[in-house]
């Protein structure tokens, strides 16, 4: 088919910040704190990861007056709470870079850091066992499965759901069926796809390495099947829709460019019981292979006065000083907290903040309901004469959907006359506002590559191309970023 008969299809945001979007909401929601990436790759989910929360997990009993006026479970007010994180990847070149990323150096310093992290980058195939990831409480595969032959996809279950057995598992696949919306009906895009490299089929893929690429029903069989085998619980959908829309109606029957699927391990004696029986053989043939090699480990230390408060009078004094300071009448608590000095005194607690506040009879914290905890207003009682509100040193210069888009063109992406986005729909379709600006990187996906997800792999057999998106060609490989 020619070029002409090509169909324009985008998405906004850019699909791989959607999938990853879709993985960071499951990981807030499931209050996350270990993480193993199989197939990290260059590590752009691990660098997230290690990006510092703005603050601590509400306190323990003891640690405040009255808990339950301060602590919150909306999820616009969870973060990321990671202790423990890892990748695994066939390819030391990319991980190389992954090393790097997630390297204290490369942490974001505008947020102190509460909590310690561990990050461990290993090498090597999937099929291999590691004891490091036995009872892993989440194992990530974003945009892998499709990339594995299938001696290797036959060992996929078995080894992650059956001697891994982690409390979830987050998988992302393409969605074949979603291939014709990049035509007009009846016509097959066989100028820039790529023809299935196995010859099982005879589908036209979106990647020269792609072994396979599953319908809907195909992929949804596969995960009841290992679902029903390894005793989980699976939930499918899936996410990124185009932004035009399709003139012959096409949307809708589709669904979205990239399958997803979450995993829930299923609790009791008996299943833990069958999954180590069936999964022994497993273990014992992976010892005559080649073990995983630990490259690197990284260790972040917690700020020193972590865990630690002061007394509510002298947070209270802290912020009236601050309110002195800026000239202001009015305060948003995020700007308050992101105070280097007062967030230090609070220990890295939000809610001790909220506490020492509506304690003090010189300030008024105007709870919301519907609104996040940050963006609540404190006064000043009795108000500031002539002063309605001042802006702090912390306060955005423009709104946060400006700063996203500005953002996000800065990277070459354009919203203009953005018509949305499906989400997907399901349990853990995203529906949250994830923090974009720790996001807004390089392409998930670094199996794209001419190699063989075994343990035998090494730079000496991967073809790298003449340049880093050299392999990311086709029109339609919309895995990566422009």
Known sequence: MGGEAELRVTFFPPLYLQRRIWVLDILRREQVTEIVDIGCGEGQLLAVLCQPAPSLPPPDLGILASPSDTTSTALEDLDLHPTRIAGLDISSHELASAIEDTSPAAANTAYTRWEPLEVNIWHGGLEIFNPAFVNAECIVATEV???????????????????????????????????????????????????????????????????????????????????????????????????????????????????????????????????????????????????????????????????????????AKAVLDKFDEWEAAELRLEEIWFVEEIGTMCGGWFEVLIEAIEGSAKLDLQRSKGQRRGDWPVLLVGGRPGKKKATSEWAPEQPTDDLFEEVLQSEGYRSDDDPGFDWGSGLYSSDSGVDLLWDVSKDDNAWGKESAWTCDSSDDVVDWGTGRWSTLSAAWDFDSPE
């Open 145 to 315: 499965v499709e990339h594995l032959p299938e001696e290797i996809l036959a060992d996929f279950a078995p080894m992650i759901m059956g001697v891994y057995h982690p409390r979830l598992l987050l998988v992302t696949t393409p969605s074949y069926g979603f291939n014709v919306r990049f035509s007009p009906p009846g016509l097959t895009n066989i100028a820039t796809g790529f023809p299935d490299p196995t010859k099982r089929t005879d589908r036209v893929f979106r990647h020269h390495d792609h072994k396979f690429e599953w319908t809907i029903q195909e992929f949804q069989e596969w995960c009841e099947g290992i679902a029903r085998e390894w005793g989980y619980d699976v939930d499918t959908t899936t996410i990124g829709r185009a932004q035009e829309k399709d003139e012959w109606g096409r949307d809708e029957e589709l669904g979205g460019a990239s399958q997803v699927a979450v995993f829930k391990r299923l609790e009791g004696e008996a299943w833990a019981t069958t999954r180590k029986g069936k999964s022994t053989s497993m273990k014992e043939s992976s010892k005559s292979q080649k073990e995983h090699r630990l490259l690197k480990t990284h260790h972040y230390d917690a700020h020193v006065r972590a865990r630690k408060r002061g007394s509510a009078e002298e947070i």
